[in-house]
């Protein structure tokens, strides 16, 4: 009775360390040998050791695998999505497609998924995979979750079609980076302006406010002429010490104002290292909206 009752407990301890053992975090390869799958194993266990020493830990990996796939702006009607790789997978996600595109891809209206191009509408683009090929190909679509007519695909960015139909040029953004690529594109340039002291310029920004509370980032430099060799870093306000020369420059909803007073711009060193006042000279403006709301 004694053996029996020990052998009884072996075998339910051993069952319930299997159990446990399956209860634990599927690793790959996790013997770190060639003998993940041993020729010793039961045919029996093969789909279940590949499933947990193989598929599964890599299908974590793969989830979220996109490499150098960003969607950037092209024109006011086209997107541009660089060569890259990626992974499309179905909705339930049992399934996934490994896809590269050596050269870029250029998505214009024709590839938006359902209806029509619709005014002050964001929009998202998706890498789709359904195609019996290596390459992917790519959608517009109104939805943010899943494009319509599409199995396997991964959303990769959005943009904006501003009130007259065109992309907005600073609201184009890639879903995998870690920045916004409108981040590096300045939507208003006034390029290099003559300027003359105490004289108002006002310049027409056409940026596009969606929100209320987007405001307009600005930045502005001087140089002293078309040839000119110093260039500085205007504020939007600078000052001498008794406040006589003054740098201003503010906008509205349709343009970007700026202007000095008196002298000139204000001070810069010069190559000889002396303070000199920057009169006249060029400017010039580069603004961009900063949404708060998107």
């Known amino acids: 009775m004694k053996r029996l009752f020990s052998l009884l407990f072996l075998f339910i301890f ?8 399956d209860l634990a975090t599927n690793e790959f390869r996790e013997d ?7 020729g010793t194993e039961s045919p029996s266990d093969i789909d279940t050791l590949s499933y947990q020493n193989i598929v599964d830990p890599l299908q974590r990996l793969l989830d979220g695998y996109v490499k150098d796939v960003e969607v950037r702006y092209a024109s006011s009607s086209t997107i541009t999505v660089t060569a890259g790789e990626i992974i499309c997978e179905n909705t339930a996600g049992t399934n996934k497609r490994m896809r590269e595109n050596t050269s870029n891809l250029t998505l214009t209206w024709s590839d938006i998924d359902t209806g029509a191009e619709a005014n002050s509408t964001k929009y998202y683009i998706f890498a789709v995979a359904d195609a019996d090929a290596s390459t992917y190909t790519g959608k517009i679509s109104a939805s943010s979750t899943s494009p319509s007519g599409a199995t396997y695909y991964k959303l990769i960015g959005s943009f904006y079609n501003n009130a007259s139909g065109n992309i907005e040029p600073t609201m184009v953004s890639s879903s995998h980076l870690n920045y916004d690529t409108a981040e590096s594109y300045w939507g208003y340039d006034t390029g290099w302006t003559s300027t003359s002291n105490n004289t ?18 600005i ?15 205007l504020g939007l306000k600078e000052e001498n010490d008794d406040g006589a020369y003054h740098t201003t420059i503010a906008y509205d909803a349709t343009n970007i104002y700026f202007r000095n007073r008196n002298a000139g711009w204000g001070y810069y060193i010069n190559s000889a290292g002396a303070y000199t006042i920057a009169s006249g000279g060029e400017v010039r403006i580069l603004a961009r909206i900063i949404p708060v709301d998107f």
């Open 200 to 217: 108002l310029y006002t310049k027409a920004h056409g940026l596009t406010f969606i929100h209320p509370a987007d405001i307009v980032e």
């Open 14 to 21: 051993f069952t319930l360390s299997a159990l446990y053992a």
């Open 219 to 233: 930045i502005a430099y001087w140089r002293t002429s078309s040839a000119g060799s110093t260039i500085i870093n």
């Open 32 to 38: 770190g040998t060639e003998s993940t799958i041993a």
